[in-house]
């Protein structure tokens, strides 16, 4: 989990209402760079240009300024003529073709391979033609920790606003079901459907969205989570993907309201949020063992409380990765090259994925079924 953090905050309402953005002390300096870095965005983002959305980039300063960067010294560019002037050259994996490439590499720039989705969400004849791209890029911009520049879907720090003498009586009057799960992909890779099918035998789970009965709308909107979250006592937040590192607005999207999250996934969560603060499904063998234990706590009001009061003492945040790209072309302009995008995104992504039959976790090379 990040240390010594700040709480300079925006709130965002365009994309996830709950969360807002923070900023780490060490994003706080009092650098501040005259000349602006040139981002020259090559490619589309999921076949959209120009897009608000918190996981791209609009054109001009507007992303930095919008989002409250420490250092806002970048502005972005969709033209293509604007490619001798560009620092950086920003490609988006999935919307990446080997055949339309920049004419020309300049020798001051930057090339950058983005990407925030696990392995199973990229087409396979997208990924046979990955080994065109080798050689090709200088930074790797990711969810991986091991990326030149690092795009988390958020983080928790601790919170300016947690009173000291919050009771809970309250919010528990209200709760009065167990597990609730909103999910809207089916079949995924991490097949978290067969794992809840399978817990569902020894506990009841509630599922909203696509794959349940229950509807609740808008969804991933204030009105929906504040609807539904305060009767029950457990969120299943488990990743449509369990690959290293990979952890997505499913965790962060209700860290902040008083539920307590049960989390699935490939990650170190203690590095996102506090261990007492979510039950880690990896820590039971089985579905029967996690619905056992969320049971025992249901019964136990004061075990139950007691998460949700080291919960309160943190908040969720959006991830400030545009202020970290923004500044790392500042400080850095190094040679690297990623000789090896198919392995780097994918060979080394370490997923698996939940089997009925030997109720376990198997490792699984991403392009096979």
Known sequence: MPSRLKGKILPFHQVYEPRKVGFPESMQSSKYYKAKKVILVWTLWNGVKNTINYYFLQSRNRTFTRFNCPNPQCVVTFKRKNLPKADAVLFHLTDTDTEDLPPTRHSHQIWILYNMEPPWLVKKQAISQLHNLNNLFNWTMSYRNNSDVVAKYGFTMPSSGFLKNKTFDDVMTKKSKGVVWFASDCVTDSRREDYVKEMKKYIDVDVYGKCGDHKCYPAQSN?????????????????????????????????????????????????????????????????????????????????????LKNKAFFEAYLDPWMCRLCDKLHSINNSSVVKDVKKWFFEDAECKRWNSTFQAYLNTYPLKD
Request: with cysteine; proline share 5%; aromatic share 20%.
């Open 223 to 307: 009105a929906c989570y504040e609807a539904v979250i305060k009767n029950y006592k457990f969120y299943l937040s488990f990743e449509n993907a369990l690959c290293k590192d990979y952890v997505t607005e499913k965790f962060f999207n209700i860290f902040n309201y008083d539920i307590i999250p049960v989390v699935m996934g490939a990650a170190d969560y203690s590095f996102f949020a506090p261990e007492d603060s979510f039950i880690d499904s990896s820590h039971y063998p089985r579905p029967k063992m996690l619905a056992e234990a969320l049971l025992k706590i249901s019964a136990n009001e004061t075990a139950y409380i007691d998460f």
